[in-house]
Nanobody, 120 residues
Framework: QVQLLESGGGSVQAGGSLRLSCAASGNTHCMGWFRQAPGKGREGVAWIYTGMGSTYYTNSVKGRFTISQDNAKNTLYLQMNSLKPEDTAVYYC????????????????WGQGTQVTVSS
């Protein structure tokens, strides 16, 4: 089975940057980042096909966030720049064995979540 360990959450001012990390054990086909704000449903943020490195983003973060992976360390990253208050949420790392990688239903394993707070 796959285990995920997240780190990097915290509080920043609007316009600032933050990088989230997710250390994974086991083999995965997809990895992604999702977020959930208080009182709202979970939404996908960014996704990656681990074998090919192809990446995808939701429109609200495109150009500001970058998803990447370090295959040697088996670690997933989310670099978040130009942060906005509306980015405030609990961010979750997720992994899937077979996908589809751009859909939440394609993910089988989830991290514990890490809080990201952006103040204005």
């Amino acid at each position: 089975q796959v285990q995920l360990l997240e780190s990097g959450g915290g509080s920043v001012q609007a316009g600032g940057s933050l990088r989230l990390s997710c250390a994974a054990s086991g083999n995965t086909h997809c990895m992604g980042w999702f977020r959930q704000a208080p009182g709202k449903g979970r939404e996908g943020v960014a996704w990656i096909y681990t074998g090919m490195g192809s990446t995808y983003y939701t429109n609200s973060v495109k150009g500001r966030f970058t998803i990447s992976q370090d295959n040697a360390k088996n670690t997933l990253y989310l670099q978040m720049n130009s942060l906005k208050p509306e980015d405030t949420a609990v961010y979750y790392c997720a992994a899937g064995l077979f996908g589809p990688c751009t859909y939440e239903k394609g993910y089988n394993y989830w991290g514990q979540g890490t809080q990201v707070t952006v103040s204005s």
